[in-house]
T-cell receptor, first 111, second 114 residues
Framework: NAGVTQTPKFRVLKTGQSMTLLCAQD?????MYWYRQDPGMGLRLIHY???????AKGEVPDGYNVSRLKKQNFLLGLESAAPSQTSVYFC??????????FGPGTRLTVT | AQSVSQHNHHVILSEAASLELGCNYS??????LFWYVQYPGQHLQLLLK??????LVKGIKGFEAEFIKSKFSFNLRKPSVQWSDTAEYFC????????????FGTGTRLQVTL
């Protein structure tokens, strides 16, 4: 039982490049979330999903897109990366309305 | 919009000292409350949670928190900290009926010295 896993762990992008972050959970959770963590700002919700095939915007959705084609996976895409998107990205899942379980994070640097 | 305030940004304590980290939230409706901990280089782990019932909740590793509804507070406490408690602590609030979304505070970095 791996819990929540994220791929990749680290990535360096140049401005304008695109990439997709993958989150996978094996707990059969309905709800999944993407956050970004920046120094002094805590975690901020980017997008979330309440079930397969659904997505919704969080607090800071601009510049990101998501997809939830399978219940166990939640993808976060950056179509044209900007330096302001340098951050640590965390995925989480929950069997609502309970606590969220977090993945190990992806450290993204955009130069 | 609701907000969560953690007024202590950086706390330095000696081992065996007592700890209290403040957390206040702004939402007036029914909420669930959480404290998460992030050890250096690791992901967030749940310390404790409050949904209903006894406002004094106990979590892992000797931590506890008290929900005071009239003060919109959920302060985290530990009677005697250890060096291994060095970490960043996040308070989070979940409004009921909002797809379990969490609003996090900005975090408190705790440094425990030997």
């Amino acid at each position: 039982n791996a819990g929540v896993t994220q791929t990749p762990k680290f990535r360096v992008l140049k401005t304008g490049q695109s990439m997709t972050l993958l989150c996978a959970q094996d707990m059969n959770h309905e709800y999944m979330y993407w956050y970004r963590q920046d120094p002094g700002m805590g975690l901020r919700l980017i997008h979330y999903s309440v079930g397969e095939g659904t997505t919704a915007k969080g607090e800071v959705p601009d510049g990101y897109n998501v997809s939830r084609l399978k219940k166990q996976n939640f993808l976060l895409g950056l179509e044209s990366a900007a330096p302001s998107q340098t951050s640590v990205y965390f995925c989480a899942s929950s069997a609502a309305p309970y606590e969220q379980y977090f993945g190990p994070g992806t450290r993204l640097t955009v130069t | 919009a609701q907000s969560v305030s953690q007024h202590n940004h950086h706390v330095i304590l000696s081992e065996a000292a007592s700890l209290e980290l403040g957390c206040n939230y702004s939402y007036g409706g029914t909420v669930n409350l959480f404290w998460y901990v992030q050890y250096p280089g690791q992901h967030l782990q749940l310390l404790l949670k409050y949904f209903s019932g006894d406002p004094l909740v106990k979590g892992i590793k000797g931590f506890e928190a008290e929900f005071i509804k009239s003060k919109f507070s959920f302060n985290l406490r530990k009677p005697s900290v250890q060096w291994s408690d060095t970490a960043e602590y996040f308070c989070a609030v979940q409004r009921t009926g909002t797809a379990s979304k969490l609003t996090f505070g900005t975090g408190t970095r705790l440094q425990v010295t030997l």
